[in-house]
């Protein structure tokens, strides 16, 4: 990933347009974890900063938060012409598009309303109808059988798919069209209003809610919760199994596959984690780590409301004003571990197959992916020389971005991670209202 | 404003209209104030390559003398060609 | 210094003027308004949607960042969002926000302790709120039409039709009254006629005074041309301005039009409206943009009004959008490298304006071949249109299969040429002058000085001490020189 380029201050280097833009929003709705968020044990004391330790833990629940993703989203519209949404619904175990409609679906509400932008109003009442109905298919599943469904992990392999599938086809490729739109072709000078459209820009914002890591644990404790039943029906060992958190089998693998085609794809993969800080103690670091690998995003709630505020300071630039001009919040710690194909562990060392690069947390005389055979004998010497590996300590922080010279540094703490990503965004941040309280709509 | 030849800090003040051109057109300009004789030279000061200083009141007749030795020299294809 | 290089006009000053956003008329005509104005202006949520986004991204997203806090944008919170250096001065800081600040957004004011904070118009944020929220109660995204369900209405094409049949008759009357080409046009009604006159598009030539003027012998001007050259939503930004300053000189009521253009600007392609309930305060300027092709109203009284596809597309800020479907329409063009054009169209409007500047040899049914050539490339700049006009027209409206070849889209040889062509009609600059010659090396100097301090300075010819000064400031530099004259003389 290349650094971000040294801050310029020269406005004039400022870009005077941006392409269009497309958001496409990946919601998890999970039953289980709306029903944690929603009833949020007292907020973690802050004694850093008194301002935010005064707000109380926020409950957040869905309808709630849906209200606010739409004023974020009409935002995101509002902000260039030609901008767009898309936006999937994860729930536990599938993914559905909930807008735009599939184009044989009725064409929206019949009458716009005098006081509301067309395009908002088609957006907003289609998110709700789409999580309406999404809503009653979960009660349908649950009502016939079927009660394992709900422990599921929410699809967020699914839903990453489908949208990366969906920039696949709105963005043209090699062909004629693609002629049109190759920015080369628009610098003649001579041409100041070439009508080639723009390339929109695409990127993904994924909204976690489920506590714990999506995929498998990802906690520094060693207890690992695996996934709770193979696709084939066999239980994988015999470790306590705890369905929530877990991921079916593959999810490590179909993620990361994501990651590197969005990587591949230059789509930034924003990342807003809802669960706080007293809900669950530990990121998620898998979707820690498509942020970072994918140059997006990351940011975990301090369950505290300002909500709105966040959503628009944070995610609303598109990645053409990101780095440059606009500061981004600096990543927290990403956690590099990886997943065993074998038990699905977390692990901080790992035994990788020559051949297939496939990773386990023992050596084995034989691949389970490729089948390739080992020499037995160098098993134990692998051991030996797996016991001298030191455990690498996972810094709390990454090194802070160089501070612009002269900036107010008193407030930002060594271990005061939090505070340090709002600072980047916020400037001084101790403000007599805070930036970390609600906020309320007049 | 000079006072006498010997004065080192005299200044001469001359009006007229300057002209700004390439070099090529300023070219031509000197070449047709060459061809001209006495009160009708138009050229009050050659300055350098690219101005000239001349009468205010032969402006209009140099812009359109310039435009049509220009035009003497501008290749036009035959349309029947 | 004389001779820019041709290929990069950019760098030339005099094409910074070519190359302005569609909706430059009306951010002049903003940029002169007070600031009660924009507070009438903001009553509209609309509006603010619309201005929000005609800012400049960074502006634009610094708005949105701050949109919901309670408190104000301080110079300290710009700067660490910019990661600007904390010793920027606030100059630049206040040159990122210029134009929310022009646009009275923002209302830039020193706090208690000397530092300079940015509290946002409340009119302003509060609509801009409510436009996204859609709690707003000014109906200033329209209010649909009351009609029966099975009411026959038209549809998007029909409508796209209408609109641009309206426009492109009074651009057709135009050319067509400057070139003499004989094709039948319809005269547009009284109030287009006049507001073509006031707003020097078209003059009556047999009426040099303009006390009298015929509007029916009207002929098209160089300002006239240029127009026709735009593209179509600089064209609908500048006929809106004319009428907006012809028609409606009182500010409160211009506001209100003002406001129902950009409402205009928000509706939806289709949809019809009810024009009393919708702009209550606008209903004879609404009348007059039907003349225009803005809006269509099925019966001439009714309530009921559909805007058209050039109303709707008034805000998009988007050159590319404007044209939407009908952009293949406009791509037509082929030009070779020796200068032969190919229109593959068959619109009477779009060839009379290549008749202004190219040679039509041939005419089919949908194609014109023609040759761009000295005589009528110059015969065209005459009229007033300049070479980069014609530039920006012709990489406009080229065809698809042009975007085949390697970059540039026009060949640089075609380019240059034209530029060529442009300046050999202006080969001399002419300026009065008054100059002085030196003798005295320290002298030339100082007056040297002087007259650059002053901006009297035309030109400085060092090596031979020649000093070209502006006319007008002849006395105030001879004042200056005699006076050193003395000094100078007595230091001896």
């Known amino acids: ?442 | 404003m000079s006072s006498g030849y010997e004065d080192a800090y005299r200044v001469k003040l001359t009006s007229g209209v300057l002209v700004t051109c390439d070099s090529a057109a300023k070219q031509i300009l000197l070449h047709l104030d060459s061809m001209r004789d006495g009160p009708y030279k138009f050229m009050i000061r050659d300055v350098d390559d690219t101005h000239m200083m001349i009468k205010r009141e032969y402006v209009e007749e140099i812009k359109e003398l310039l435009q049509d030795e220009l035009e003497k020299n501008t290749y036009v294809q035959d349309p029947n060609l | 210094m004389v001779q820019p290089s041709f290929s990069h006009p950019r760098s030339d000053p005099s094409s910074s003027s070519t190359s302005t956003s569609p909706t430059a008329a009306l951010d002049t005509f903003l940029d002169n308004q007070h600031q009660s104005y924009f507070e009438e202006l903001y009553k509209s949520e609309a509006v603010c949607l619309c201005i929000l986004r005609s800012l400049p991204p960074v502006c634009r997203h610094i708005i949105l960042h701050n949109l919901w806090s309670h408190q104000p944008l301080r110079t300290i919170d710009i700067k660490s969002l910019l990661q600007m250096d904390i010793q920027v001065s606030l100059q630049d800081v206040d040159e990122v926000m210029r134009p929310a600040i022009n646009r009275k957004i923002l209302h830039p004011l020193l706090n208690k302790k000397s530092k300079m904070i940015y509290p946002s118009n409340d009119a302003f944020k509060k609509g801009l709120r409510n436009a996204l929220t859609g709690l707003g109660t000014s109906n200033s995204f329209g209010v649909p039409f009351d009609r029966e369900d099975d009411a026959d209405i038209p549809d998007q094409q029909a409508l796209e039709t209408y609109g641009e049949d309206a426009f492109e008759g009074i651009l057709k009357y135009m050319v067509s009254s400057g070139l003499g080409v004989g094709f039948p046009v319809a005269r547009p009604q009284m109030e287009v006629l006049e507001l073509l006159l006031i707003s020097g598009l078209m003059v009556d030539p047999s009426d040099p005074s303009g006390q009298n003027p015929n509007l029916n012998r009207m002929t098209i001007t160089s300002k006239g041309f240029q127009f026709l050259l735009e593209d179509r939503q600089t064209q609908l930004w500048e006929i809106l301005m004319y009428y907006l300053t012809a028609k409606e000189a009182n500010s409160e009521r211009s506001a209100v039009v003002l406001s129902m253009f950009f409402s205009l600007g928000c509706m939806q392609l289709g949809q019809d409206y009810s024009a009393s309930r919708s702009f209550p305060g606008a209903l004879s300027a609404l009348n007059d943009l039907a003349q225009y092709g803005f809006i269509y109203r099925p019966a001439p009284e009714s309530d009921q009004f559909f805007p058209t596809h050039l109303a709707t597309a008034l805000c998009s800020g988007d050159a590319a959008a404007t044209r939407g479907q009908d952009a293949d329409e406009k791509r037509f063009l082929i030009l070779e490298t020796n200068y032969k054009i190919y229109a593959y169209t068959s619109n009477e409007l779009e060839i009379a304006i290549l008749n202004l500047f190219v040679d039509i040899r041939i005419r089919y049914p949908n194609l014109v071949v023609g040759k761009l050539d000295r005589k009528n490339v110059k015969s065209a700049m005459e009229k007033g249109i300049s070479a980069n006009q014609i530039i920006s027209y012709l990489s406009s409206h080229a065809h698809p299969q042009m975007y085949n070849s390697p970059p540039p889209l026009l060949h640089p040889t075609i380019v240059d040429q034209l530029h060529l062509w442009d300046r050999e009609r202006n080969r001399l600059k002419t300026e009065d002058t008054v100059m002085l010659e030196f003798f005295s090396k320290e002298l030339f100097e100082d007056t040297e000085k002087e007259a650059k301090a002053n901006a009297a300075l035309q030109l400085s010819i060092p090596n031979q001490k020649f000093l070209f000064i502006e006319p007008q400031t002849k006395a105030a530099i001879t004042e200056f020189v005699k006076e050193r004259q003395t000094q100078l003389r007595s230091g001896f």
């Open chain 1, 1 to 442: 990933m290349a650094p971000p380029p040294p801050p310029v201050t020269d406005y004039k280097s400022y870009p005077k347009t941006t392409p269009p833009s497309v958001l496409l929003v990946i919601l998890d709705i999970h039953p289980l974890s709306w029903s944690l968020l929603s009833s949020p044990p007292p907020a973690i004391p802050y004694p850093e900063h008194p301002a935010i330790d005064k707000a109380q833990a926020t409950p957040m629940t869905l309808p709630d938060f849906v209200t606010l993703l739409m004023v974020f989203l009409n935002a995101h519209l509002a902000s260039r012409w030609g901008n767009e949404v898309v936006i999937y619904g994860a729930s536990a175990g599938r993914a559905k598009l909930l807008y735009p409609p599939p184009p044989n679906a009725v064409a929206g509400p019949s009458k716009p309303r005098p006081n509301t932008y067309h395009p908002f109003q088609l957006l907003d009442s289609r998110i709700e109808e789409g999580l309406k109905e999404m809503a009653a298919e979960e009660q349908d599943r649950l009502e016939h059988g079927d009660m394992k469904t709900l422990n599921q992990p929410p699809a967020m392999v699914s839903a990453l798919t489908k949208a990366l599938c969906f920039i696949n086809r709105i963005l043209p490729n090699n062909s004629n069209s693609a002629a049109l739109v190759d920015p080369a072709a628009t610098q003649d000078p001579s041409a100041p209003a070439s009508n080639a459209p723009d390339k929109p820009e695409t990127r993904i914002l994924v909204i976690n809610s489920t506590p714990g890591a999506n995929v498998s644990t990802a906690t520094s404790s060693n207890e690992q919760s695996n996934a709770e039943v193979n696709e084939n029906g066999t239980s994988t060992n015999g470790n306590s199994q705890n369905g929530k958190g877990g991921q079916m089998r593959g999810g490590y693998v179909g993620l990361m596959n994501c990651v590197f085609a969005a990587q591949k794809a230059k789509v930034p993969i924003d990342v807003l984690s809802l669960p706080p800080p007293s809900i669950d103690a530990s990121p998620p670091i898998f979707l820690q780590q498509a942020a970072h690998l994918t140059e997006g995003i990351y940011w975990q709630w301090n369950g505290r409301g300002g909500l709105l505020q966040y959503l628009h300071a944070l995610y609303l630039p598109p990645p053409s004003l990101r780095h440059h001009p606009f500061a981004v919040p600096p990543q927290d710690a990403v956690g590099f571990r990886a997943v065993c194909f074998c038990h699905h562990k977390t692990l901080d060392i790992g035994f990788v197959c020559s051949v297939c690069l496939s990773i386990f947390c023992e050596p084995r005389p034989v691949c389970l992916m490729c089948k390739t055979r080992f020499p037995i004998k160098s098993i134990p010497t692998l051991k030996t020389l797996a016991t001298y590996i030191e455990h690498i300590p996972i810094p709390d922080t990454v090194p802070p971005p160089p501070i612009p010279k002269g900036a107010k540094t008193h407030q930002q703490n060594e271990n005061n991670k939090r505070e340090r990503a709002k600072g980047a965004t916020n400037g001084d941040a101790s403000g007599t209202g805070g930036r970390g309280e609600p906020i309320e709509i007049d």
